[in-house]
């Protein structure tokens, strides 16, 4: 039986996997942690005598609260032997990225869990959630692209990518340690019901006004965000370490996937696009809703290795549906 450290589970993903590991037999103790105070939806997971979940507010981008978490006698008593990292995603993708000691807050926060973790004498496994907008993605909307596929290292990839790029690096190195197991999941453009979008460098955010290059309409790998919940409870619980790619079944035009969502994007010419990319970056702008330019070119991701090694295959359609009161949503339903 697990005890897992689940973090940002204040989060909508991180709640949805707190949810799922709570109804798994295989999982004893829950100990989540995030930056606002307790969901009200863990209420019910408080009730008894010992109850199973424990809940604290911790900054994670931040060695001396991540150090007297890891230190804790909250934590040793709840015998942590798996921890699930999931990256904060609450925040507008369009935001700037907070800067941290000179890192992007995403990046710190990576590499204070993957050290406490190895330094831990208890923890044997880290599964972290990455990102698969880390591709190089060469012109054409056929990409098809595998967990050996080449990063994009550009030294002008916008910043947001740059962070997920850099984490990718950080667990990339320990994928092969000897006594932690290590286990990076690669997901795509992640969509809960309602419309509501995650994980996305172009569409992430609230709905607004975006700028695209005009004339390119790349293909969109999506996955469900219960898809993304399972992938995670699927890789703790298996033996194998590395990195995987993860996606549902749907990939769409991004023009598709802005008119479901609510989240227009204007076409403009290219250049146009580049000034006021690069100008609302000189304005630390965090409204600004400019897809980036490695969304030019679309790509799907082949999930051959995740479905051979750890069992997962996507279970959920994202479409649109008609609610209760004949407007159409998004939905996120079970095959």
Same mark, same amino acid.
């Given at each position: 039986?697990?005890?897992?450290?689940?973090?940002?589970?204040?989060?909508?993903?991180?709640?949805?996997?707190?949810?799922?590991?709570?109804?798994?037999?295989?999982?004893?103790?829950?100990?989540?942690?995030?930056?606002?105070?307790?969901?009200?939806?863990?209420?019910?997971?408080?009730?008894?005598?010992?109850?199973?979940?424990?809940?604290?507010?911790?900054?994670?981008?931040?060695?001396?609260?991540?150090?007297?978490?890891?230190?804790?006698?909250?934590?040793?008593?709840?015998?942590?032997?798996?921890?699930?990292?999931?990256?904060?995603?609450?925040?507008?993708? $369009?935001?700037?990225?907070?800067?941290?000691?000179?890192?992007?807050?995403?990046?710190?926060?990576?590499?204070?869990?993957?050290?406490?973790?190895?330094?831990?004498?208890?923890?044997?496994?880290?599964?972290?959630?990455?990102?698969?907008?880390?591709?190089?993605?060469?012109?054409?909307?056929?990409?098809?692209?595998?967990?050996?596929?080449?990063?994009?290292?550009?030294?002008?990839?916008?910043?947001?990518? *740059?962070?997920?790029?850099?984490?990718?690096?950080?667990?990339?190195?320990?994928?092969?340690?000897?006594?932690?197991?290590?286990?990076?999941?690669?997901?795509?453009?992640?969509?809960?019901?309602?419309?509501?979008?995650?994980?996305?460098?172009?569409?992430?955010?609230?709905?607004?006004?975006?700028?695209?290059?005009?004339?390119?309409?790349?293909?969109?790998?999506?996955?469900?965000?219960?898809?993304?919940?399972?992938?995670?409870?699927?890789?703790?619980?298996?033996?194998?370490?590395?990195?995987?790619?993860?996606?549902?079944?749907?990939?769409?035009?991004?023009?598709?996937?802005?008119?479901?969502?609510?989240?227009?994007?204007?076409?403009?010419?290219?250049?146009?696009?580049?000034?006021? #990319?690069?100008? $609302?970056?000189?304005?630390?702008?965090?409204?600004? *809703?400019?897809? #980036?330019?490695?969304?030019?070119?679309?790509? #799907?991701?082949?999930?051959?290795?995740?479905?051979?090694?750890?069992?997962?295959?996507?279970?959920?359609?994202?479409?649109?549906?008609?609610?209760?009161?004949?407007?159409?949503?998004?939905? #996120?339903?079970?095959?």
């Amino acid at each position: 039986m697990s005890n897992v450290l689940i973090t940002h589970a204040d989060e909508p993903i991180g709640r949805r996997i707190v949810k799922l590991f709570f109804h798994d037999d295989r999982v004893g103790r829950i100990f989540a942690v995030g930056d606002a105070r307790r969901p009200r939806g863990f209420d019910r997971f408080l009730s008894g005598v010992d109850p199973r979940l424990r809940y604290a507010r911790v900054d994670l981008a931040k060695h001396r609260p991540v150090a007297d978490l890891f230190h804790s006698a909250a934590l040793r008593e709840s015998e942590i032997d798996t921890v699930v990292h999931v990256p904060r995603h609450g925040t507008p993708a $369009a935001a700037p990225a907070p800067i941290v000691a000179g890192l992007a807050e995403r990046t710190a926060e990576t590499r204070l869990v993957l050290q406490h973790c190895l330094e831990s004498t208890t923890v044997r496994s880290l599964v972290a959630i990455g990102s698969a907008f880390v591709y190089r993605l060469p012109p054409g909307n056929a990409n098809r692209l595998g967990e050996d596929s080449e990063l994009d290292l550009d030294p002008d990839v916008p910043p947001e990518i *740059r962070s997920w790029i850099d984490c990718d690096m950080i667990l990339h190195g320990e994928v092969h340690n000897d006594r932690l197991r290590v286990v990076l999941l690669r997901v795509p453009t992640v969509v809960a019901a309602g419309g509501y979008v995650y994980l996305s460098p172009a569409l992430g955010g609230r709905p607004g006004l975006r700028v695209r290059a005009l004339g390119f309409d790349p293909i969109c790998a999506l996955v469900s965000d219960k898809d993304v919940a399972r992938a995670v409870q699927m890789a703790s619980h298996a033996p194998s370490s590395g990195i995987y790619n993860i996606a549902g079944i749907e990939a769409v035009p991004l023009s598709v996937l802005a008119r479901w969502t609510g989240r227009s994007a204007l076409p403009a010419p290219g250049p146009l696009v580049r000034w006021i #990319t690069a100008g $609302a970056r000189l304005l630390g702008s965090e409204t600004a *809703r400019i897809a #980036t330019h490695t969304l030019c070119f679309g790509f #799907t991701l082949d999930t051959a290795r995740v479905e051979r090694e750890l069992g997962f295959r996507p279970t959920d359609r994202i479409g649109l549906a008609r609610a209760g009161d004949g407007a159409l949503r998004v939905e #996120t339903a079970a095959i």
